[in-house]
Nanobody, 125 residues
Framework: QLQLVESGGGLVQPGGSLRLSCAAS????????IGWFRQAPGKEREGVSC????????YYGASVKGRFAISKDHAKNTVYLQMNSLKPEDTAVYYC??????????????????WGQGTQVTVSS
């Protein structure tokens, strides 16, 4: 059964860094578009980043551009989200999503067929 498992979340001070991992099983990340969305309490889900399957182009939400970086490790079948210069407003549950045909979408997470369970990121002093 196709599965996405996020890890790497935790508590970090403002200005710090975290690297989230999204490990895939029963499918190859090379052939899927992978997106990261986040949801803070009382807020709508927000698109964070996406890497397309066909050409590896990356996209970022305006609030994280220049601070976050998405990448695929095909050997480990894992997608990473490197998060630097973290701010308290980055606090949220971060979800990894996958889709075999979607190009990239940072607006509607329901366009993706598969979701991970989420990992909590808390940025606080």
């Amino acid at each position: 059964q196709l599965q996405l498992v996020e890890s790497g979340g935790g508590l970090v001070q403002p200005g710090g860094s975290l690297r989230l991992s999204c490990a895939a099983s029963d499918f190859t990340v090379r052939n899927y578009t992978i997106g990261w969305f986040r949801q803070a309490p009382g807020k709508e889900r927000e698109g964070v980043s996406c890497i397309s399957s066909n050409d590896g182009t990356t996209y970022y939400g305006a609030s994280v551009k220049g601070r976050f970086a998405i990448s695929k490790d095909h050997a480990k079948n894992t997608v990473y989200l490197q998060m630097n210069s973290l701010k308290p407003e980055d606090t949220a549950v971060y979800y990894c999503l996958a889709d075999p045909v979607l190009y990239c979408d940072l607006v509607d997470p329901w366009e993706y067929d598969y979701w991970g369970q989420g990992t909590q990121v808390t940025v606080s002093s």
